[in-house]
């Protein structure tokens, strides 16, 4: 079918093209995310799969159930001073891209790539495909109980719900950001389910699960330090409105609030949620339990427990659809940057979406889901998420002596950053300490961002055949990408 050109001689796909090329301010994201967006994308991450099924890390490297919760408060603590560091970073340097960003402006190009590099090869593919695994054993639990589900079902219905979330994140960030709220809405109402009945046994007199709650005997210090590293993963999520900062409304008192309310929420419902757990299950019984808000259900719901894995369904869901929004904002302003290739920092005329940043994890994602080990890959470089946020946060003390002249709309008590800068350089030499084997591989494969920024970025002087055929993908793909998301 022959395309019909436009008086001046431009045809439809052309004018997109063109478009999507003109100077930044013509075609640009739009600031959609509001203050109840910017919530939902935060608690929406935040609380996954693991408040449901197996909260059980922390209790067994507590050794008590009273310290346990001790560790839940004082993790969320943590948390907030991280998040209210970012919530600086965030109303200081007004730029999309979290992490790379921060590192960026702070100690320059070749350590932000480096940090680009380990995302794009296995932590973001990975986590996405590990959450998006999840929600496919959940959803599919209630069709095949009692028998177990294959793993050939579980990868296909994978595959089709980040075909879903990457289709969604393409067409519409209104819709992307509704189905957010809506996700979260659900999430909540999950654990409202688990509190409210739990905390009504507490106040009936079902107090026998708190006798000796504190007791010193079973508390091992060694393990401590372990129970805090669970608890800082289940929080993890807090920093990914900052990865979008550049589509929030009012970014100097949205990203503030939006965090300190997200991780009041978040903290106050883990640690209920757990007092719930423990009025109704004994230690022991959550210990041995594969999913505890199950086991749960089952004693005190009865028939009601089949509706848990659809909860842990939405969920996984939920965090699905919050990373790959925030995550394809890195890859856009690494692109920007002059570190990915043009066209990923390339905006639909109409639809105002990154749509090739949204696509790009998608072939290496589901690589990995149907021929990668995927959970030796995600616990190879786990740790350097944690690395790479701590050097953040340190670029936010460094940039105070080095930059004090830059505005902060938003300036928190050095200490904060300070605490949570220590924390998560902690947590890195505990995964070195623990499991120095694949830590050592993880940092390894990271290293190989180094001589991967001399050739792609430093030594940039390609041959004129390679620059020719370049343009003519990036040329083939803009007009693909335009005529096929109309």
Not at 242 to 268: D, G, H, K, Q, W
Request: hydrophobic fraction near 50%; aromatic fraction near 14%.
């Amino acid at each position: 079918m022959t395309r019909k050109a436009s008086q001046n001689g431009q045809t439809k796909a052309d004018r997109g093209v063109k478009a999507a090329c003109d100077p930044p301010g013509k075609v640009e994201l739009r600031k959609k995310v509001t203050l109840l967006r910017g919530i939902s994308i935060i608690i929406g991450t935040i609380i996954g799969a693991g408040i449901f099924i197996s909260p059980k890390g922390i209790l067994q490297n507590s050794g008590s159930i009273g310290m346990s919760l001790v560790v839940w408060v004082a993790c969320g603590l943590l948390s907030l001073f991280g998040a209210l560091s970012y919530a600086e970073l965030g109303t200081s340097i007004k730029k999309s891209g979290g992490h790379y960003t921060y590192i960026l402006e702070a100690f320059g190009p070749q350590v932000a790539f480096v940090q680009l590099w380990a995302d794009i090869i296995a932590i973001r593919p990975a986590g996405v495909a590990v959450i998006s695994l999840a929600f496919a054993r959940y959803i599919l639990e209630p069709i095949f109980m009692p028998c177990g589900v294959p793993q050939m079902a579980i990868k296909l219905t994978t595959a089709i719900g980040i075909t879903m979330v990457m289709y969604i994140n393409s067409m519409s960030v209104s819709w992307t950001a509704r189905l957010q709220i809506f996700l979260t809405f659900s999430k909540l109402l999950a654990i409202s389910i688990i509190i409210i009945p739990g905390l009504y046994q507490l106040f009936k007199g079902e107090t026998k699960n708190f006798q000796n709650a504190f007791q010193v005997d079973t508390v091992q210090l060694t393990n401590l330090p372990l129970a805090f590293y669970s608890g800082m993963y289940a929080y993890a999520g807090w920093f990914y409105l900052n990865f979008v900062i550049e589509e929030v409304e009012n970014p100097e008192r949205n990203v503030p609030l939006a965090i300190c309310i997200s991780m009041v929420i978040v903290t106050v419902g883990y640690t209920l949620a757990n007092v719930a757990y423990y009025t109704v299950i004994s230690a022991a019984e959550l210990l041995a339990s594969h999913a505890v808000a199950v086991t749960f259900a089952e004693k005190l719901m009865g028939n009601f427990s089949m509706a848990v894995p659809i909860f842990v369904a939405l969920s996984c869901f939920g965090s699905m659809n919050g990373c790959l929004f925030a995550i394809s904002r890195i890859f856009y302003v690494a692109s920007r940057e002059g570190q990915l290739p043009q066209i990923l920092s390339m905006i639909h005329v109409r639809r105002h979406t990154p749509i090739a940043a949204v696509i790009i994890l998608y072939p290496v994602t589901m690589l990995i889901l149907f021929l990668g080990d995927l959970y030796s890959l995600l616990n190879f470089m786990s740790f350097l998420r944690w690395f790479f946020i701590g050097v953040a946060v340190t670029g936010l003390i460094y940039m105070r002596y080095t930059r004090p002249e830059m505005p902060r709309p938003f300036k928190v008590p050095i200490f904060i950053p300070a605490v949570f800068t220590f924390t998560s350089f902690f947590m890195v030499f505990l995964s070195l300490y623990s499991d120095p084997v694949n830590t050592g591989i993880g940092f390894a494969i990271s290293l190989t961002g180094i001589p991967a920024y001399y050739i792609f970025i430093v030594f940039n002087k390609k041959p004129k055949w390679f620059q020719r055929f370049s343009d003519s993908v990036k040329t083939s793909l803009q007009i693909i990408l335009e005529k096929t998301l109309l």
